[in-house]
């Protein structure tokens, strides 16, 4: 199924939240939710919120992916689903793409990392982010478009999602198969000519794969 041209996008941007500490069932749901981590960008005015994916280690520290439009201001921390804040010292953003690698400070306690599949035309996806003031909400859709047609060119491994759900606080988010592995990272929603959502785009893992990052596969 193609998706119709939109002829805007409007990122699913930044929202207060609260963090709690997720179940420690290991369903591939909730696996997916302690991967997850809040992208918190603050400056002396504003506090915005997005979300990341942990997807390996530096170090001691912490390697997150996100969208980079979640970290393009300054005084950025990364808050673990425990609750613990981290330092962002390093920033990479993939060229041409909407994604990030960030490098935390120093973390002590369990982590799990996200391990990488491929997004499947018509499958279930599910997104794990912090929508509007609600902490490590879930939403789920199912992939639209392998191949949409994008303003900006060729879609070049972006697919295309429905999520009516994903809002404000998304942005950065794991986009995640039926058996948990992370597909893409959620960049935001594009419109149609009434102004309805058109669909929500995702940003490719093969980038950050390209950029030298490596994770478990399976």
């Known amino acids: 199924m193609r998706v119709p041209r939109a002829i805007a996008i409007a990122f699913i941007a930044a929202a207060a939240c609260t963090i709690r500490t997720p179940s420690l069932a290991q369903s591939p749901d909730v696996a997916d939710e302690n991967e997850t981590v809040e992208i918190v960008a603050a400056d002396r005015t504003t506090v915005k919120i997005g979300a990341g994916v942990v997807v390996s280690h530096a170090g001691s520290g912490l390697i997150v992916a996100t969208a980079a439009h979640v970290v393009s201001s300054g005084g950025l921390s990364v808050v673990t689903s425990r609750g613990e804040r981290l330092n962002v010292i390093k920033v990479r953003t993939i060229a041409g793409f909407d994604l990030a690698l960030l490098e935390t400070s120093p973390y002590i306690g369990p982590v ?105 596969m399976r």
């Open 112 to 216: 799990v990392t996200a391990t990488f599949g491929a997004p499947a035309l018509g499958a279930p996806v599910h997104v794990w982010g912090h929508r509007l003031e609600r902490p490590y909400v879930e939403s789920t859709g199912s992939v639209l478009d392998l191949d949409p047609v994008l303003p900006e060119g060729p879609a070049q491994g972006r697919f295309a999602i429905e999520c009516a759900s994903c809002d404000h606080g998304d942005s950065g988010g794991g986009v995640f198969d039926a058996d948990g592995r992370l597909i893409g990272i959620l960049e935001g929603a594009r419109r149609d000519d009434a102004g309805d959502l058109a669909y929500v785009q995702c940003e490719p893992i093969a980038p950050l794969l390209d950029a030298g990052l490596t994770v478990a």
